[in-house]
C-alpha cells in the first residue's frame, strides 16, 4: 500500500508537515528559540510552550494558540 499524504480542501496536500519541518529547522539554527530538534533528529523539543506560542508560532502558522499547533501535530500522526 503506497503511503499518500492526507489532503485538504480540493486534494491539496497538507502544508502543516513542511511548514513544521521548516519551522524547526530555522529555529533550531537560531540557537535561542524555545524548539529545536532532539539530539538524535527524530523528534524536537519545547522548551517553553508559553514564549512558543507567543514568539515563534505566529512567525510560521496563522495562530498563536497552543492548543491548534497539538491539534495539527495529532492530525499528521493519523
Sequence with gaps: ALDVPKT???????????????????????????????????????QDTHLFSSQVLPKYFRTNKFSSFQRNLNLVRN
Design 8 to 46: 485538504g480542501k480540493r486534494g491539496v496536500p497538507q502544508q502543516f508537515p513542511r511548514r513544521l519541518y521548516e519551522m524547526i529547522e530555522a529555529e533550531s539554527i537560531a540557537g535561542e528559540s524555545s524548539i529545536r530538534w532532539s539530539g538524535t533528529g527524530r523528534a524536537f523539543n519545547i
